[in-house]
């Protein structure tokens, strides 16, 4: 596995590959890697010759007081698990190189970035959408895979990738879960252990929803009233949102049927949680 920093030696690197025909896949992250992350790695690997991942603590997707300045970091471990899944190039940027002095371009997906996780985080999807357009710049790849654990952020990237005609096909993959639940998270790391003993409240609450639509109940007030009941079962968890939203333009769906999210942030402490789930 080659770890490029410089966006010069990666292009050369990837025209190499392009002229020889392969098939370029790109996951990007950024980092502190676990399980879930590993996942999209893994299907990159099927889907394509040379797998691209991307590690990069993006500042401009963070708002002043999160945690960008304490976000997990332990790139030699990365490292090891990225060679071991079977990245082909570990593409390790400064922030120097992606956000020359001075930016002034950024690309702001409306409507979809006000809502859910963006109606808190004013800034934060077009933090994600200018990245994400740069490194779809910088690798060109065939296909990108993004994780469903980050619901709303997979579906704005779709929307931008249509919108802004990069030849890109856009990958969602399931969500990892720990044993109890917890959908895997670098944050996890910062909850104490009561709040870890706690955490897997969420998933609970949105598995309850599923067995309750499953068992015929449509109405969207009656299932939200279930979830916020079953996480506030949970002494230390702060609900942020519970929504149940269409699964393509976000908006909020009273009525229930196959393909409805819901998706949930959850305070425990500092520390904030998301999770989602899609009816079935
Ligand atoms: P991050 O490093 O948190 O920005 O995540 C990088 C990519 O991994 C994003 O596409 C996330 O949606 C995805 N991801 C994060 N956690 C999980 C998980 N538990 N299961 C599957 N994908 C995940």
Do not use: W
Request: hydrophobic share 40%.
């Amino acid at each position: 596995m080659d770890v490029i920093s410089k966006i010069d030696v990666i292009r050369e690197q990837l025209n190499t590959y392009r002229k020889a025909g392969k098939k370029i896949g790109l996951v990007p992250t950024m980092g502190y890697f676990h399980q879930g992350h590993l996942s999209l790695m893994e299907i990159a690997r099927q889907k394509c010759d040379v797998v691209v991942t991307s590690l990069f603590v993006n500042p401009t997707q963070f708002a002043p007081g999160e945690d960008f300045e304490t976000y997990p970091k332990n790139l030699t471990r990365d490292q090891e698990l990225a060679k071991n899944q079977g990245v082909d190039i570990l593409f390790v940027p400064t922030e120097k190189l992606l956000y020359p002095e001075p930016f002034f371009t950024y690309v702001i997906s409306e409507k979809l970035s006000k809502v859910l996780c963006g109606n808190k985080r004013t800034n934060h999807f077009r933090g994600v959408t200018t990245i994400v357009a740069k490194l779809f710049n910088i690798v060109q790849p065939d296909i990108a895979v993004f994780g469903q654990k980050d619901y709303q952020q997979a579906i704005i990237i779709q929307k931008m990738v249509e919108d802004l005609n990069f030849p890109i096909e856009i990958i969602v993959a399931p969500i990892v879960r720990e044993k109890d639940g917890l959908a895997m998270s670098s944050r996890n790391t910062y909850l104490t252990k009561e709040q870890r003993k706690q955490a897997p409240v969420i998933f609970k609450a949105l598995s309850r929803a599923q067995e309750l639509f499953q068992s015929g109940e449509t109405n969207a007030k009656i299932i939200h009233a279930l979830i916020n009941e079953t996480i506030k079962s949970s002494s230390l968890a702060k609900i942020e949102y519970i929504e149940i939203v269409n699964a393509k333009n976000l908006k909020k769906d009273l009525n229930i049927i196959p393909g409805t999210f819901v998706a949930v942030a959850v305070y425990y402490g500092k520390t904030r949680l998301i999770d989602n789930l899609r009816f079935e």
